[in-house]
């Protein structure tokens, strides 16, 4: 006898039901997660990523680029793509959250711009 549980059949109402669980699971978790983060501090710094400076007034900063495993190339290659010669006219290169970089222009003595405050300085 030929088993009539084909994708028609019970075997393929489990599967649907089984993803659309799997859904609702996924949208509750994503709220719950928001939600907690909004109202817990210390939440949000566990959930939440900070941007990492990479290059600060011309210097590697080693152990951040250890640490968020980027390597100098692709520092200098940010570089090129924004038309920086040189890491002297570059007061700082950031890691973003989002994983994009940051080039913020400008020499190496210029005072630290306030949109380096929520750095994080490895």
């Known amino acids: 006898m030929r088993s009539r549980n084909g994708p028609s059949g019970s075997m393929g109402k489990v599967a649907l039901a089984e993803g659309v669980l799997a859904l609702a699971l996924l949208i509750l978790l994503q709220y719950a997660i928001t939600w907690l983060s909004v109202r817990s501090p210390r939440f949000q710094a566990i959930i939440k990523a900070q941007p990492t400076l990479l290059v ?52 190496s003595s210029d005072p630290a711009p306030p949109t380096l405050e929520a750095v994080a300085r490895l």
């Open 56 to 107: 600060y007034r011309g210097d590697f900063v080693a152990s951040a680029m250890v640490r968020q495993r980027v390597t100098r190339e692709e520092v200098m290659a940010v570089l090129r793509a924004q038309g920086n010669k040189q890491l002297d006219g570059v007061l700082a290169v950031v890691l973003e959250t989002d994983g994009s970089f940051s080039v913020v222009p400008g020499p």
